[in-house]
């Protein structure tokens, strides 16, 4: 378990550094889906607000933004109403309670949901506290 | 020792063949070639250290830096090489025409955002804390808290790097240094850009050339172009009684702005016009920000001595009537006011002109006519109508009108309204004013009167129904008036 753990945590690595490789697209991309009421509300709660980058190739119409909007009902921990999509940039923010659930295990349930449609995630930042976006590797 | 004239020409071509065969077959490199180039990259500074984002925040001031010109006028150059600037985005409210309060996003808590001012080879030290999510005093309907970012058009660093999204509450600095001469636009560079740009996050950093200008201006002015596109807050909020106005996101797609102004107010400098005098040489740095026209501008009764393309003085030209521009694009352009008068600045695509893009340099009122001198002796105190609806008509004309129109005092950039009833019918002058774009596509007198004043149109007011009828009234009870008693409060600018 501890080795999966292990293994787990430098895919994140992995997959952060590569994000993080072109900040500029990744700061964008947080720009794109930071939706100020959420983290707000986050923030109130002691939650936190995982930013995503989406992997794979995006219909970027009406109904395949509600597909993915759809993705985030039913998942442990979740802030229900919180995700916040932007096709344009292929990105997703999502708030969750860290003591229900982790950001690693969030990503795995979303990225379960979304493979169907032939897409992953990519993990941006994560916000605890205010002004502060922290790279998921930390 | 004598030489022989035709063994001295020989010698002298057998020298000039020998050097150009010497230059032929070895060619030396283009730098070494242009040692005095201006533009020669090994001199020009391109490193920087990574830019630093913390979640420190600014307090005070919005706009802090010795090399900033807060207004239209442009403060000298500060002489030293660090400039040290401070830029803080925020939301507020501002006006953009009048009654159109418009919920913006800034730099420096102004649209534009302040002008900098440097030299090449200076280096610009900046610093912007995200205060987006700070309660401005008084009006609390502003745009909800987001990411901004600054992309410096003068500099040559990493977009990556330098110009990265941070949220509110977060500060970025970062430094660069400026290698070539321009005017150079700076925008918020967060998606969607369009909308930051199309909400007021602009602003011009001008880079004199390292030994300054080749010309000495006796009057300097930064002129920046842009578009608003606004629609009335579709949640009926209110500011100061006054409907508040956001952003339009479809006509923003389209490329169909409802405003297209200079430094970002519709006929701004028609209200507060530019001063110089007859004989000043004027040097304007317009800059057209976009985002998304094409900005013709022209200078009505001069013509532009030089015009420096992108603000670079060996980008010039002489002599030019309009200079072109497009978004993103600017120039310096200088001309001597060569006589007293209203000089009108305007942008030539002249849909643009209509939507707000006029100002006026003044140099002073033309001397009078001894007939026109004669008449204005003649006037008496202004008088004033009774009925309410003629009086706000009055308010509002003396508010929006006076720039451009008189009443008994002659014509200005629009005809004297004086008799404008007894000229036009109701039916004419409610068309006229609801809607003067679609006059001057079918009506001919309306055309003509295009004609007749220098091809300036009249700017659509946006006028409800009921200001129109006000001003109606007003006009209505002007011509009732005896001849001689009525005029508007001000002579000419």
């Known amino acids: 378990m501890r080795a999966a753990l292990h293994a787990l945590g430098l895919i994140l690595l992995s997959y952060a550094s590569a994000a993080s490789a072109c900040g500029h697209c990744v700061e964008d991309k947080v720009a794109a889906v930071y939706d100020y009421a959420v983290v707000t509300q986050a923030f109130k709660q002691k939650h936190q607000v995982a930013f995503f980058g989406i992997d794979g190739a995006l219909v970027v119409n009406d109904n395949s933004r509600r597909e993915i909007e759809a993705i985030a009902r039913d998942i442990p921990g979740l802030d229900k109403g919180s995700m916040r999509v932007s096709l344009e940039s292929a990105a997703l923010s999502v708030a969750f309670d860290p003591a229900r659930t982790s950001f690693a295990k969030l990503q795995s349930a979303l990225e379960r949901k979304l493979a169907p449609k032939k897409l992953s995630l990519l993990p941006m930042r994560v916000i605890d506290e205010p002004a502060k976006l922290k790279t998921v590797s930390k | ?493």
């Not at chain 2, 636009?185 to 004199?208: K, N, R």
């Not at chain 2, 009870?477 to 005896?482: A, G, N, R, S, V």
């Open chain 2, 1 to 493: 020792m004598h030489i022989p004239p035709l063994i001295r020409v020989v010698s002298f071509c057998a020298a000039g063949l020998l050097l150009a065969a010497c230059n032929q077959s070895t060619p030396k490199p283009a730098v070494a070639a242009t040692s005095a180039d201006p533009y020669d990259i090994s001199k020009m500074v391109l490193k920087s250290d990574p830019a630093k984002v913390t979640s420190e925040r600014h307090t005070g001031p919005f706009a802090e830096g010795a090399s900033l010109s807060m207004g239209n006028e442009l403060k000298p150059l500060d002489p030293s090489p660090v400039k040290v600037v401070r830029l803080d985005t925020t939301h507020k409210i501002i006006e953009i025409a009048p009654g159109v309060k418009f919920s913006a996003w800034t730099f420096g808590n102004q649209v534009p955002g302040p002008t900098i001012r440097a030299r090449v080879g200076d280096k610009i030290k900046f610093s912007m804390t995200n205060r987006s999510d700070e309660v401005m005093p008084g009006v609390n309907m502003t745009a909800a808290p987001m990411m901004h970012s600054m992309d410096f058009h003068a500099a040559m660093v990493s977009p990556q790097d330098k110009y990265r999204s941070i949220a509110p509450g977060q500060t970025i600095e970062f430094e660069f240094t400026a290698n070539y001469p321009g005017v150079f636009m700076f925008h918020c560079g967060t998606p969607m850009i369009l909308e930051h740009i199309a909400s007021g996050m602009y602003g011009a950093l001008i880079v004199e050339p390292r030994g300054g200008y080749p010309t000495k201006a006796d009057r300097e002015y930064i002129v920046t172009q842009s578009e608003f596109y606004v629609k009335p807050d579709p949640q009926k909020r209110k500011v100061d009684d006054q409907p508040l106005y956001v952003l339009d996101g479809d006509n923003l797609k389209k490329a169909l702005p409802s405003y297209t102004v200079f430094n970002g107010v519709h006929n701004g400098m028609v209200k507060h016009p530019l001063p110089a005098k007859p004989g000043e040489r004027v040097r304007l740095f317009i800059l057209n920000v976009g985002p998304s026209k094409t900005s013709s501008f022209h200078v009505v009764g001069t013509i532009f001595d030089r015009v420096w393309m992108d603000g670079n003085p060996d980008n010039q030209f002489r002599g030019m009537q309009t200079v072109l521009l497009g978004s993103s694009s600017s120039a310096i352009v200088e001309f001597m006011v060569p006589e007293a008068g209203q000089y009108i600045m305007v942008d030539h695509h002249f849909a643009n002109a209509s939507q707000g893009a006029i100002g006026l340099i003044d140099a002073g009122a033309v001397k009078p006519s001894e007939t026109n001198d004669l008449e204005h002796h003649n006037m008496p105190a202004t008088s004033t109508p009774t009925e309410p609806a003629a009086v706000q008509g009055k308010l509002d004309f003396e508010s929006k009108c006076l720039a451009c129109h008189s009443v008994g005092r002659g014509k200005k950039l629009g005809p004297d309204l004086l008799g404008v009833t007894k000229l036009r019918t109701d039916e004419w002058l409610t068309k006229w004013l609801k809607s003067p774009e679609k006059m001057l596509e079918t009506d001919a007198d309306a055309k003509a009167l295009l004609k007749e004043f220098n091809n300036i149109p009249m700017p659509n007011q946006n006028l409800s129904d009921t200001e129109i009828q006000q001003y109606l009234k007003y006009f209505h009870w002007i011509d009732t008036q005896p001849p001689g008693t009525i005029h508007s409060a001000e002579g000419s600018h």
